[in-house]
């Protein structure tokens, strides 16, 4: 499978001095962004029924964002139409229009500008008896990213950012899948029935697969780990979805793919250090965690150290000789490739299944 | 948010069960953890467990020192072993405390190497804790005993030292208002023991800053008599090992017996549930870790079997000594006393 985020093969050391970051997208490439709702972009609690029964009724300036996440959505927007990018920001939620009226004032709080949010009609579903599937997940997510692609030019680069509570990785990763040609329509309906989806859906989830023009087209799936779940557990997912621990990782990492500015890396850190008292160590120790990983380079991560210490969020550390004589050349590595490996779905519904996830 | 530095590589069960601890601490404390050892593993072992990467530093130590080192040798030839980076985050003042399972030889030697000691003091004392009778509710379950190995030989100045320093943790650490201190010796009566014996009796008599209660015996020691029990390091580790074999001993030797008897088979499985909870209750594997006193910095020497339970208490412990103000409280009752 071929990738649209393969690293930059420029040759010569002075291709390494762009921080090991990625060729940027043309200017003329849309860039969008999918943003899932609920323990993504806000710290919705629902672990208990009492919990779940609050949230409609809870007040927009009751709702809260999970930290940075607002700074990176605002920053994401700016980075792109700065480089003459057009940009697109969706929410796509599991809860029922109802609460929509609360969330929208909450993203107006938060100053979000975004170009769409839909809310899946738990009612409508109730008044045609389909109990079971109240939280079915995985067939409503799927098919309603594929319509949303079909309406997109077919040069527009995704960016997917869900979590670790139910099925956002084997949905975002079924539809970068779907999307790119390298999951057969054919083999959908199987996996989907693995996922025990209601068949209506299945049917057209299929039609839509088949209908849309294959195109690598997910750049990089995000996946907020706020349960949290050991990083290796997704690994199955490949390369391509990189699980996160705070939004000053993924920033980081936005900033490696080249749709984030340092300046919108810094402002995400400074939100998280002024509105949820994250001393510098955090941060230090963030960049080194997802650095360990191999999601961001060393070069990269040394150019955002140097820019966090400058905004006087880091302390400045002392560059090693080597680094003086060579500058990050010497040391850099190529991040990860976000190209998609093949996922074995049939073990992973098969996993999923057994554990109730997908129900 | 304090930072302890953890010696990743040290203990029977380093480097998984280590990581564990410090991976479940990332998610419960403020505490941050400086790992230290072999980066690569670590990393692959943090990435399959949950933990928090905010609170988590690793520091790369491309040797680590085996149990069955010699413990000078090591310390002296491996030089960048994670036992002595480790010391050196807390010297450093990077961190400020340090723990580590690894070999109890090593640690003493590779302390008196890369900390300092405190001007005051004569030797340092490596302590640790053991189960006793709880005569009263709210008494610890557990009771302090130094030297345990790191001042084979002791003077009396130097084991009045350890009572202080002994009665001071136990005060600012176990929060015992008056830690009722004792000597180990051969029978109650003062003018028992050898020489050194009688005049640290003496001495510790006089000092009207500590509670001592006198000498204690070896069949008291399970006893809630005392908080803090002094003795000299040979002495303390010869008890310490013969405490810790005890009660898997009594279980093993019932067991070995009981295939002869119906009537023990049959006593056995009505006992079952207490032999647990005895064999638990004696488990030094489950009990954190206890000080090295005597240096400027902290350092908490866990039990080398130590589980992640065992190790995520320790760091806890080490975290919870710089914050009470461990190292100026010693400082304080030392200048105090001498």
């Given at each position: ?8 093969r ?6 390494w ?9 043309p ?7 999918r943003?899932?709702?609920?323990k993504?972009y806000?710290l919705?609690e629902?672990e208990?029924?009492r919990e779940m ?14 930290p940075g996440?607002?700074?990176l959505i ?5 980075s792109?139409l700065g480089r003459g ?6 929410f796509?939620s599991?809860s029922?229009?109802?609460i929509g009226?609360?969330?929208r004032?909450k993203l107006?709080l938060d100053?979000i500008?975004?170009d769409?949010?839909?809310f899946?009609d738990q009612l409508?579903?109730l ?5 079971r ?11 309603e990213?594929?319509k949303?692609r079909s309406?997109e030019p077919?040069?527009a680069?995704?960016y ?6 139910e ?6 990763s079924l539809?970068?899948d779907?999307?790119?040609?390298g999951?057969a329509p054919?083999?959908?309906a199987?996996l989907?029935r693995?996922?025990?989806v209601d068949?209506?859906l299945?049917?057209?989830a ?7 023009a294959?195109?690598?087209?997910v750049t990089?799936i995000?996946?907020?780990l706020e349960r949290?779940?050991?990083p290796?557990q997704l690994?199955?997912?490949?390369p391509?979805l990189v699980p996160t621990?705070?939004?000053?990782q ?6 490696q793919?080249d749709v ?5 890396v810094?402002r995400v850190?400074?939100a998280l250090?002024?509105d949820?008292?994250y001393e510098?160590?955090q941060?230090?120790?963030?960049l ?7 999601h ?5 991560a040394a150019?955002?150290?140097?820019a ?10 002392p560059?090693r000789l080597?680094?003086r004589l060579f500058?990050p050349?010497h040391r850099d590595?190529?991040p990860?490739?976000?190209?998609a490996a093949?996922?074995?779905y049939?073990t992973?519904?098969g996993?999923?299944?057994a554990?109730?996830?997908?129900e | 948010?304090?930072?302890v530095?953890?010696d990743?590589m040290?203990?029977e ?5 280590v990581?564990q601890?410090v991976a479940a601490?990332?998610l ?6 400086v790992?230290?050892g072999d980066a ?6 943090l990435?399959?467990t949950a933990?928090?990467?905010e ?9 680590s ?5 010699e413990?000078r040798?090591?310390v002296?030839?491996?030089?960048k ?7 050196r985050?807390v010297?450093?003042?990077?961190c400020v405390a340090?723990?580590?399972a690894?070999n109890?030889?090593a640690?003493i030697a590779?302390?008196l190497?890369?900390?300092?000691v405190?001007?005051q003091l004569?030797k340092?004392?490596?302590?640790s804790v053991?189960?006793r009778?709880?005569e009263?509710i709210?008494q610890?379950?557990l009771a302090?005993?130094?030297d345990?190995?790191?001042t084979?030989?002791c003077t009396?100045a130097?084991?009045?030292?350890f ?10 650490i ?12 051969m029978?109650?009566?003062?003018t028992q023991?050898d ?7 003496r001495r ?5 800053a500590i509670s001592?209660?006198?000498?204690i015996?070896?069949?008291?020691l399970?006893?809630?008599r ?10 303390g580790n010869?008890v310490?090992k013969l405490?810790e ?7 093993d030797?019932?067991s070995?017996?009981a ?13 079952a549930?207490?032999?647990e ?8 594997a489950t009990y954190g ?8 910095q902290v350092f908490?020497?866990?039990h080398?079997?130590?589980k ?19 190292v100026p409280?010693l ?5 105090e006393t001498?």
């Amino acid at each position: 499978m071929t990738s649209n985020g393969t690293p930059a093969r420029r040759r010569g050391p002075a291709a390494w001095f762009g921080a090991g970051r990625r060729a940027a997208a043309p200017p003329s490439e849309r860039v969008v962004f999918r943003w899932d709702l609920d323990k993504t972009y806000l710290l919705s609690e629902f672990e208990s029924l009492r919990e779940m029964m609050r949230i409609p009724f809870e007040k927009p300036e009751d709702k809260v964002a999970a930290p940075g996440v607002a700074a990176l959505i605002r920053g994401l927007r700016e980075s792109a139409l700065g480089r003459g990018r057009a940009v697109r920001v969706y929410f796509l939620s599991a809860s029922p229009p109802q609460i929509g009226r609360a969330i929208r004032r909450k993203l107006e709080l938060d100053g979000i500008v975004y170009d769409g949010i839909t809310f899946k009609d738990q009612l409508q579903r109730l008044f045609r008896g389909k109990f079971r599937h109240l939280r079915e997940q995985v067939g409503y997510k799927l098919t309603e990213l594929l319509k949303a692609r079909s309406l997109e030019p077919e040069t527009a680069r995704e960016y997917l950012f869900g979590d670790d509570w139910e099925s956002d990785p084997l949905i975002y990763s079924l539809y970068a899948d779907i999307a790119s040609g390298g999951l057969a329509p054919s083999d959908l309906a199987e996996l989907l029935r693995g996922a025990r989806v209601d068949p209506p859906l299945i049917a057209e989830a299929q039609q839509l697969a088949t209908a849309l023009a294959k195109r690598e087209v997910v750049t990089r799936i995000f996946i907020n780990l706020e349960r949290p779940t050991p990083p290796a557990q997704l690994r199955a997912y490949g390369p391509r979805l990189v699980p996160t621990f705070n939004y000053f990782q993924t920033a980081a990492c936005l900033f490696q793919d080249d749709v984030l500015s340092s300046d919108g890396v810094v402002r995400v850190a400074r939100a998280l250090v002024e509105d949820s008292h994250y001393e510098a160590t955090q941060l230090e120790n963030s960049l080194a965690d997802i650095e360990r990983r191999g999601h961001l380079t060393p070069a990269t991560a040394a150019s955002l150290r140097a820019a966090l210490a400058a905004a006087g969020l880091l302390a400045p550390t002392p560059r090693r000789l080597s680094d003086r004589l060579f500058g990050p050349w010497h040391r850099d590595r190529r991040p990860k490739s976000t190209s998609a490996a093949m996922i074995d779905y049939r073990t992973l519904l098969g996993v999923q299944s057994a554990e109730g996830v997908a129900e | 948010m304090p930072a302890v530095a953890v010696d990743a590589m040290g203990g029977e069960h380093a480097p998984e069960e280590v990581v564990q601890a410090v991976a479940a601490v990332s998610l419960q404390t403020d505490i941050e953890c400086v790992l230290v050892g072999d980066a690569g593993r670590l990393e692959r072992l943090l990435e399959s467990t949950a933990y928090n990467p905010e609170r988590i530093a690793l520091v790369h130590a491309s040797e680590s020192i085996a149990m069955n080192d010699e413990p000078r040798s090591a310390v002296r030839y491996k030089r960048k072993a994670s036992l002595t980076l480790t010391l050196r985050q807390v010297a450093s003042g990077r961190c400020v405390a340090a723990v580590s399972a690894g070999n109890p030889g090593a640690a003493i030697a590779a302390s008196l190497r890369e900390l300092t000691v405190l001007p005051q003091l004569h030797k340092a004392a490596m302590t640790s804790v053991y189960p006793r009778a709880v005569e009263h509710i709210g008494q610890d379950p557990l009771a302090l005993v130094l030297d345990v190995g790191a001042t084979v030989r002791c003077t009396a100045a130097e084991l009045v030292q350890f009572a202080v320093m002994g009665a001071t943790y136990a005060r600012v650490i176990s929060k015992v208002a008056e830690p009722r201190v004792a000597l180990l010796n051969m029978g109650r009566d003062a003018t028992q023991g050898d020489e050194v014996l009688i005049a640290a009796h003496r001495r510790l008599r006089e000092l009207s800053a500590i509670s001592f209660v006198g000498n204690i015996e070896g069949h008291e020691l399970t006893s809630g008599r005392a908080d803090v029990v002094v003795c000299e390091g040979l002495l303390g580790n010869i008890v310490l090992k013969l405490l810790e074999s005890v009660a898997s001993a009594a279980v093993d030797l019932t067991s070995a017996a009981a295939p002869r008897s119906w009537r023990l088979r049959a006593g056995m499985a009505i006992m079952a549930g207490g032999s647990e909870r005895l064999r638990a209750q004696a488990d030094y594997a489950t009990y954190g870790g206890a000080p090295l006193l005597g240096f400027e910095q902290v350092f908490i020497k866990a039990h080398a079997r130590s589980k992640a339970a065992a190790i995520a208490n320790a760091v806890k412990v080490a975290a919870k000594a710089a914050r009470d103000g461990l190292v100026p409280a010693l400082k304080a009752a030392l200048t105090e006393t001498q």
